[in-house]
């Protein structure tokens, strides 16, 4: 099991796959990895060397902000909308939705589960 970025990478998948449970990379940026290091888009985990390993894992540290490094960037950007007070913190400090959208009906995913109200009968 191949271990990039503080990550057990699946064996049996292909690597353009496996590279995105690493969090940070997606699609594009998986494919990009795979280009510069020159490996195959058909090549499974399992079928790579420990020098394309090492390779994969340099790239990633060169070039890329993933895993806890990322986590912690974007709480701290959160975390400054909220200290400014501006409307995107305030929603953030509400647990609401931040980017526009209704929340009449739906949000639950943001707001958690709806909370009777006491006395609302029809």
């Given at each position: ?27 594009k940026k998986a494919e990009e990895i795979?280009e510069k290091v020159n490996i195959p ?47 995107r913190g305030l929603r953030h400090r ?29």
């Open positions: 099991m191949a271990r990039i970025a503080g990550v057990n990478i699946p064996t049996n998948k292909r690597v353009v796959i496996a590279l995105q449970y690493i969090h940070g990379i997606g699609s795979c888009a058909a090549r499974r985990v399992a079928e790579l060397t420990d020098a394309e390993v090492l390779q994969i894992r340099e790239a990633i540290d060169r070039d890329y902000i993933v895993e806890g490094d990322l986590r912690r960037e974007v709480a701290m950007n959160i975390k400054r909308l909220m200290d400014l007070g501006c409307y509400r647990q609401l939705p931040v980017r526009g959208q209704r929340t009449h009906t739906n949000a639950r995913t943001r707001k958690g589960k709806a909370k009777p109200i006491a006395g609302k009968k029809k």
